[in-house]
């Protein structure tokens, strides 16, 4: 088996047991995509017909408000990627979903997604796991958003995404976490013990 369909597998196994017979259904049901720096997995006003799982690269969530980019979220290797409102209910994102990175993908489109619950013995409880994880991945962001301070913020990025800071330029770390950039290269300095 191909090593990108082999972390995939691994990662579901993460969820559920995989038996060896159902890691065919698994390398039938993904196909690869690729996707250069800076380039798209998913445009606003585009409807998300896939999701993706991420073997090499990192991707960037944001929407778009008068103009300014406003990012709430990334996925790394080894991390799933979709807009699921988009995706689940076949209407235009107001989301863009952008490599940061060159990125490779599996992606699977909805209705091979619909086969692979059905046909892997504990498909529904992956579903369902996956589905639960992401709900309360977005209520702790949102909580975050409403409690923490940016530099409660930052640490927690950091503790989740602990090689980010080397990957992704200053100013999407900086809207991520909701201040302007020379904030955060205050924040930066401060934390590496220089006067600024």
């Not at 996707?35 to 798209?40: C, H, Q, S």
């Not at 445009?43 to 090499?56: L, P, W």
């Not at 080397?166 to 930066?188: H, T």
Request: glycine share 4%; net charge negative.
């Amino acid at each position: 088996m191909n090593a990108d369909y082999v972390l995939l597998t691994q990662t579901i196994r993460h969820w559920i047991a995989v038996r060896q017979e159902e890691e065919s259904i698994i390398t039938s049901l993904f196909e690869p995509r690729h996707i250069p720096a800076n380039d798209f997995f998913l445009q606003a006003g585009d409807v998300c017909r896939y999701v993706g799982f991420v073997t090499k690269g990192l991707l960037r969530y944001y929407i778009l408000d008068d103009g300014i980019e406003h990012t709430y979220d990334f996925s790394p290797e080894q991390h799933f990627t979709c807009n699921y409102e988009s995706f689940l209910t076949k209407t235009p994102s107001t989301r863009f979903i952008q490599a940061i990175e060159d990125t490779s993908l599996l992606i699977i489109s909805y209705d091979n997604l619909q086969l692979l619950y059905d046909r892997l013995r504990e498909g529904q409880k992956f579903g369902r796991l996956v589905a639960e994880e992401l709900f309360v991945g977005m209520l702790q962001k949102l909580t975050s958003f409403y409690k923490e301070t940016a530099e409660e913020r930052y640490d927690t990025l950091l503790r989740s995404f602990p090689d980010l800071q080397e990957r992704v330029p200053q100013y999407v770390i900086a809207s991520y976490v909701g201040i302007k950039p020379q904030s955060l290269s205050r924040i930066r300095a401060q934390r590496a013990g220089k006067q600024y």
